[in-house]
């Protein structure tokens, strides 16, 4: 079991960065590949980066690839995402989750078990 919560969104221009980060609670963070999505309003869930449990592999969305990084830390229990040439799109809720049956990450948001709050990004042009 893990339980998510993602921090670190807020308002910020075009061409500026974030970092979120997403806290998990529970004895086997190590044991589940991570993956962030986002939503904006009145559009679907998107998948937005995915992470290995070990964190030696990762795989990014087309919109996102070469803007954005996940990474995560296992002794501190936390996945981050650092989104850098921040575009008015890219505003929507960022949601943090955990596959415990893959060890390395997947696009498909219903193969995630475990889901956090969301946190808001907002990008003004």
């Known amino acids: 079991q893990v339980q998510l919560v993602e921090s670190g969104g807020g308002l910020v221009q075009a061409g500026g960065s974030l970092r979120l980060s997403c806290a998990a609670s529970g004895r086997t963070f190590s044991s589940y590949a991570m993956g962030w999505f986002r939503q904006a309003p009145g559009k679907e869930r998107e998948f937005v980066a995915g992470i290995s449990r070990s964190g030696g592999s990762t795989n990014y969305a087309g919109s996102v690839k070469g803007r954005f990084n996940i990474s995560r830390d296992n002794a501190k229990n936390t996945v981050y995402l650092q989104m850098n040439s921040l575009k008015p799109e890219d505003t929507a809720v960022y949601y943090c989750?955990?596959?415990?049956?893959?060890?390395?990450?997947?696009?498909?948001?219903?193969?995630?078990?475990?889901w956090g709050q969301g946190t808001q990004v907002t990008v003004s042009p």
């Open positions: 989750a955990a596959d415990p049956d893959r060890v390395t990450s997947t696009p498909y948001a219903k193969l995630y078990d475990h």
